[in-house]
């Protein structure tokens, strides 16, 4: 394992050739992603519409619901005014060709074009989703930094009870805490809501906080896991026996190293906050795709349904091509692979 | 924001609050107009909620049915009738007067000479006419379409055989008529926002989907999609001196955890409460004053197919109704948020009948019914449940075990569960029931011409009750007319199609500075927003 330090002492003469290199496999990872970002797409959208089409029940006896019964020739007005009753081919095919615009459809409940309604949406889950990740790595990272370099004491024990907690805790009891906590005994933060025009840093602490304590609890994990490893790793003794002092060698060999396991669990975990937030969402009253999805599921507003689930899919994509490409820049041995 | 917790008000108010009062007083005695405590104060910001959903459905109030949508819409539309919840019936609102022709089937409006739309313009006959005939909509389906159905002509524009409905008439600006087919009390047809007037100019427009107009207290401000929705004080409202507060912010939210985390904040001045909360309410002193309980018009009930065995034997579904102690799962399962059923009309009903007496809980009595229908060694049967119904079952089971009959749980998601009613496959099933305000529509769900997706659940057909449900609703004498409806509810308590379980209690939940909420029966969630007012002690005001 020296490649660790072999790598920082690139020859000079092999520079060019290596970021020629290193630029054509970057280009190549890119396109391979966007080719099989496009087939897993294709897949899910088939999937779900597919889904929606053979599950019984659909936007029309949605809304015959317990309070009130609506005559059975609206519902077949509903049906008709819709297509409920085309035949499935043909309503894919129709959906296919508007997508290729990109036109998601219209909302069967509000008649408004989906991506007009996913767009405030989307903003407010990214912002969310943003604010919690930068708690998980703010909080998650430098725990788990501390609990392996003192690996053993009552901090490491600390970190990891702390850490353990926070995965096991149920996102939605931790957030009515918050809300007992900082809201209804302390009265210092607002209890739900988005705030005014595009939000406010109130409203989106205790969903942030919420949300971001499962992957702040695994983050701790991971690092203090991945800098265990690389404690141990060949190039960190070689580094030592140079005479390097230890704050050298903890932030620029073991720690660059380390966050390459890390920088993995950051991705997954932002990546799979758009569709993972749906509870926090509902819970916070925050306007975001997963409290939107959850919504129109209930209704079978299948545009809609699909247009949230084309962002969740599309923005984990997109969040694990960049944390791909990341590697890249971090790692450069996984360049020239 | 507000962030005082509620049982901090107190304190609150014998500091800030007591010094404002004090002060008022002084301003009050130097200029001699005294304000009584009980008058209406306007101006602050109502904090509300929009229970029920994690979104609106729709803010074109033609467009949903959906009792969320509704209560927003209370604030930014209006209909020909308002509920009036002290009196439990529909009352006038855009129109002075009313009268109803000899042969009782035509009713005359003369409309308000001073209501406005929020664009500014005056409302006339003709918006009331274009409102009526865009629900008929053929190329819609629209909800209200069913509650104008009885209108002479309307079906003919709903079947796109006419452009108009041939019994709407204008007599001129402010006047018009409407001929129905029946006998029928166009209040019950004409209070809810699915037949609000709207102007035609707006409606056109494609942002009125986002943007809506209407002539309510309130106009609209702003709506973050699955958040919150926020209107202000419509300075043209027909109605003078209200709407009383300046603005209302609901919150659209379905989750009753983080509601009473909110309304013990201090954060919202009303919100209906869930079983559970209502059970922490009522034991705190501070938090039960401010409890506005009604029994709404919903009840809930174990569907039973009367077409298959063991069901199509009236015997079998007696001795249902006489196994179960409901007073039992009524104040343990359901923490007393609920009324006894004693028919299918409910307490607030005008066809209610106080007089009659409710199934006993007699499980020897229901094994005799079993016995004398041949099935003194019990039965098996499936009953299908939403998750949310699941509980309520597994309460039921040993009443049920007790005499014999094994009930195993059928759990559907709701769209499913309706699916398997309509479809005639489900053989029992738990469910609530829209049973008001107009009772003889409520009655109509056991009527045999009616299917199972028109609300004849549990197809229940016997001609003498049709016959009996006809002479009622060709009744024109009111008081003639009840009767025979609580007759007829009396022949559908006995023939019991369903088990009678409860009728809902709703409870609004408000705070001390709040007033002039209403019960309202039809749906508690959905306020008369131009009446609620906040006084000197609301947290907005300080």
Same mark, same amino acid.
């Given at each position: 394992?020296?490649?660790?330090?072999?790598?920082?002492?690139r020859?000079?003469?092999?520079?060019s050739?290596?970021?020629?290199?290193?630029?054509?496999?970057?280009?190549?990872?890119?396109?391979?992603?966007?080719v099989?970002?496009?087939?897993?797409?294709?897949?899910?959208?088939?999937?779900i519409f597919?889904l929606?089409?053979?599950i019984?029940?659909?936007?029309?006896?949605?809304k015959?619901?317990?309070?009130?019964t609506?005559?059975?020739k609206v519902?077949e007005?509903?049906?008709q005014?819709l297509?409920?009753?085309?035949?499935?081919?043909v309503r894919?095919?129709n959906?296919?060709?508007?997508?290729?615009?990109?036109?998601?459809?219209?909302?069967?409940?509000?008649?408004?074009?989906?991506?007009?309604?996913l767009?405030?949406?989307?903003f407010?889950?990214?912002?969310?989703a943003?604010?919690?990740?930068?708690?998980?790595?703010?909080v998650?990272?430098?725990?788990?930094?501390l609990?392996?370099?003192?690996?053993?004491?009552?901090?490491d024990?600390?970190?990891?009870?702390?850490?353990?907690?926070?995965?096991?805790?149920?996102?939605?009891w931790f957030?009515?805490?918050?809300?007992?906590l900082?809201s209804?005994?302390l009265?210092?933060?607002?209890?739900?809501g988005y705030?005014?025009?595009?939000?406010d840093?109130r409203?989106l602490?205790l969903?942030a906080?919420?949300? =971001?304590?499962?992957?702040m609890?695994l983050?701790?994990?991971?690092?203090?896991a991945?800098v265990?490893?690389?404690m141990?790793?060949?190039f960190?003794?070689?580094?030592?026996s140079?005479?390097?002092?230890e704050?050298r060698?903890?932030?620029?060999?073991?720690?660059?190293?380390?966050?390459v396991l890390?920088?993995?669990t950051?991705?997954?975990?932002?990546g799979?906050?758009? =569709?993972?937030s749906v509870?926090i969402?509902k819970?916070?009253?925050?306007?975001?795709v997963?409290?939107?999805l959850?919504?129109?599921?209930?209704?079978?507003?299948?545009?809609?349904?699909?247009?949230?689930?084309?962002v969740?899919?599309?923005?984990?994509?997109?969040i694990n091509?960049l944390?791909?490409?990341?590697?890249?820049?971090?790692?450069?041995?996984?360049?020239l692979? | 924001?507000r962030?005082k917790?509620?049982?901090?008000i107190t304190?609150?108010?014998?500091s800030?609050v007591?010094?404002?009062?004090?002060?008022?007083?002084?301003?009050t005695?130097?200029h001699?107009?005294?304000?009584r405590?009980d008058?209406?104060?306007?101006?602050?910001?109502?904090?509300l909620?929009?229970?029920y959903g994690?979104?609106?459905?729709?803010?074109?109030?033609?467009?949903?049915y959906?009792?969320q949508?509704m209560?927003?819409?209370k604030?930014?539309?209006r209909?020909?009738y308002?509920w009036?919840s002290?009196?439990?019936?529909?009352?006038?609102?855009l129109?002075?007067?009313?009268e109803?022709?000899?042969?009782?089937?035509t009713?005359t409006y003369k409309l308000?000479d001073?209501?406005y739309f929020h %664009?500014?313009r005056?409302?006339?006959?003709?918006?009331?006419? /274009?409102?009526?005939?865009?629900?008929?909509?053929?190329?819609?389906?629209?909800a209200g379409?069913t509650?104008?159905? %009885?209108?002479v002509?309307?079906?003919d524009?709903?079947?796109?055989?006419?452009?108009?409905?041939?019994?709407?008439t204008?007599?001129?600006?402010?006047?018009?008529?409407?001929?129905?087919? %029946?006998?029928?009390?166009?209040?019950?047809?004409?209070?809810?926002?699915?037949t609000a007037?709207l102007?035609?100019?707006?409606?056109?427009?494609?942002?009125?989907?986002?943007q809506p107009?209407g002539?309510?207290?309130?106009?609209?401000v702003?709506?973050?999609?699955?958040?919150r929705?926020?209107?202000?004080?419509?300075?043209?409202?027909?109605?003078?001196?209200?709407?009383?507060a300046?603005?209302?912010e609901f919150?659209i939210?379905?989750?009753?955890?983080?509601?009473?985390?909110?309304?013990?904040?201090g954060?919202?001045d009303?919100?209906?409460?869930?079983?559970?909360?209502y059970?922490?309410?009522?034991?705190?002193?501070?938090?039960?004053?401010?409890?506005?309980?009604?029994?709404?018009v919903?009840?809930?009930?174990?569907?039973?197919?009367?077409?298959?065995?063991?069901?199509?034997d009236?015997?079998?579904r007696?001795a249902?109704?006489?196994?179960?102690?409901?007073?039992?799962?009524i104040e343990? $399962?359901?923490?007393n948020?609920?009324?006894?059923?004693?028919?299918w009309l409910p307490?607030?009903?005008?066809?209610?009948?106080?007089?009659?007496t409710?199934?006993?809980?007699d499980?020897?009595?229901?094994?005799?019914l079993?016995?004398?229908?041949?099935?003194?060694?019990?039965?098996?049967v499936?009953v299908?449940?939403?998750?949310?119904?699941?509980?309520?079952?597994q309460?039921?089971?040993?009443?049920?075990?007790?005499?014999g009959?094994t009930?195993?749980a059928?759990?559907?998601?709701?769209?499913?569960?309706?699916?398997?009613i309509?479809?005639g496959?489900?053989?029992a099933? $738990?469910?609530?029931a829209g049973t008001?305000?107009?009772p003889i529509?409520a009655?109509?769900?056991?009527?045999?011409r009616?299917s199972?997706g028109?609300?004849?659940t549990?197809a229940?057909k016997d001609?003498?009750?049709?016959?009996?449900?006809?002479?009622?609703?060709?009744?024109?004498?009111p008081?003639k007319?009840?009767? $025979?409806?609580?007759a007829a509810?009396?022949?559908i308590?006995?023939q019991a199609p369903?088990?009678?379980n409860?009728?809902?209690?709703?409870?609004v939940a408000?705070?001390? /500075?709040v007033?002039?909420?209403d019960?309202?029966?039809?749906?508690?969630a959905?306020?008369?927003v131009?009446s609620? /007012?906040?006084?000197?002690t609301?947290p907005?005001?300080?």
């Open positions: 394992m020296t490649a660790g330090v072999a790598v920082l002492r020859h000079p003469r092999q520079s050739f290596f970021l020629t290199k290193g630029r054509a496999s970057m280009l190549s990872m890119i396109l391979r992603r966007l099989q970002s496009l087939i897993t797409v294709g897949v899910v959208v088939t999937l597919v929606f089409s053979v019984p029940g659909n936007f029309a006896t949605s015959a619901n317990e309070k009130r609506i005559d059975p519902l007005r509903i049906e005014q297509h409920l009753n085309d035949p499935i081919p894919f095919a959906y296919l060709s508007g997508l290729a615009v990109g036109d998601l459809g219209n909302s069967f409940a509000t008649e408004r074009p989906v991506t007009d309604m767009q405030g949406r989307i407010a889950s990214f912002k969310l943003c604010a919690a990740i930068f708690f998980a790595v703010v998650g990272l430098p725990l788990g930094f609990a392996a370099v003192k690996q053993g004491t009552w901090m024990t600390s970190a990891m009870v702390l850490a353990v907690s926070g995965l096991s805790i149920p996102g939605f957030g009515l805490l918050m809300m007992y900082f209804l005994t009265g210092w933060l607002p209890t739900f705030g005014d025009g595009n939000g840093l409203h602490v969903p906080l919420t949300l =971001g304590i499962a992957p609890a983050l701790a994990r991971t690092t203090r991945a265990l490893e690389t141990g790793a060949d960190i003794r070689t580094a030592r140079k005479g390097m002092t704050r060698v903890v932030f620029r060999h073991m720690a660059r190293n380390a966050f890390v920088l993995t950051i991705g997954l975990q932002f799979s906050m758009l =569709g993972g509870v969402e819970l916070f009253a925050w306007p975001g997963g409290s939107f959850i919504q129109s599921v209930s209704v079978r507003d299948i545009p809609a349904v699909q247009g949230c689930i084309l969740i899919v599309l923005f984990f994509l997109i091509t944390v791909d490409i990341a590697y890249l820049a971090i790692d450069p041995r996984i360049r692979r | 924001m962030t917790e509620y049982g901090m304190d609150f108010k014998r800030r007591g010094q404002l009062v004090a002060v008022l007083a002084v301003a005695i130097l001699g107009a005294p304000v405590a008058e209406p104060l306007p101006g602050g910001t109502l904090h909620a929009a229970p994690s979104a609106l459905s729709s803010l074109d109030p033609h467009a949903t959906e009792s949508d209560v927003v819409s604030a930014l539309h209909a020909l308002t009036d002290a009196n439990n019936v529909p009352a006038l609102d129109a002075a007067s009313v109803q022709s000899a042969d009782g089937k009713f308000l001073n209501v %664009n500014g005056k409302m006339t006959v003709d918006d009331v006419i /274009w409102s009526y005939t865009r629900i008929m909509d053929p190329a819609k389906g629209y379409s509650n104008l159905a %009885n209108i002509g309307a079906s524009v709903l079947d796109g055989k006419a452009t108009v409905i041939s019994g709407l204008k007599i001129d600006d402010l006047t018009f008529s409407v001929t129905f087919k %029946n006998f029928v009390d166009p209040g019950t047809l004409f209070y809810e926002a699915i007037i102007p035609q100019e707006e409606v056109a427009k494609p942002e009125f989907a986002s107009v002539l309510g207290p309130f106009k609209f702003e709506h973050v999609e699955g958040s929705i926020v209107v202000e004080k419509f300075d043209k409202y027909f109605k003078p001196g209200k709407p009383y300046d603005r209302i919150v939210t379905d989750d009753y955890s983080a509601l009473d985390v909110a309304f013990r904040a954060e919202l009303a919100t209906v409460l869930n079983s559970n909360a059970q922490l309410y009522t034991a705190d002193p501070d938090l039960s004053k401010g409890l506005i309980e009604v029994s709404e919903f009840t809930r009930h174990m569907g039973m197919n009367t077409e298959v065995a063991p069901f199509d009236v015997r079998v007696q249902i109704n006489y196994a179960f102690d409901r007073d039992l799962i343990k $399962l359901l923490k948020k609920a009324f006894k059923a004693t028919g307490a607030t009903s005008p066809g209610f009948d106080a007089t009659r409710p199934y006993a809980y499980p020897e009595k229901a094994k005799a079993l016995a004398e229908a041949g099935l003194a060694d019990g039965f098996t499936e299908s449940v939403t998750e949310g119904g699941l509980e309520l079952l309460a039921m089971q040993p009443f049920l075990a007790a005499i009959i009930a195993t059928k759990v559907l998601e709701s769209n499913v569960l309706v699916d398997s309509d479809a496959e489900a053989v099933w $738990l469910r609530s008001g305000p107009d529509a009655l109509r769900c056991f009527d045999s009616v199972r028109g609300c004849n549990t229940f001609p003498a009750y049709d016959a009996m449900l006809d002479e009622a609703a060709a009744t024109q004498d008081a007319r009840i009767e $025979l409806i609580k509810d009396g022949y308590f006995d369903v088990w009678f409860n009728y809902n209690k709703a409870v408000t705070q001390p /500075w007033h002039g909420v019960a309202n029966a039809t749906e508690a959905i306020l008369e131009d609620i /007012w906040l006084d000197a609301a907005d005001r300080q």
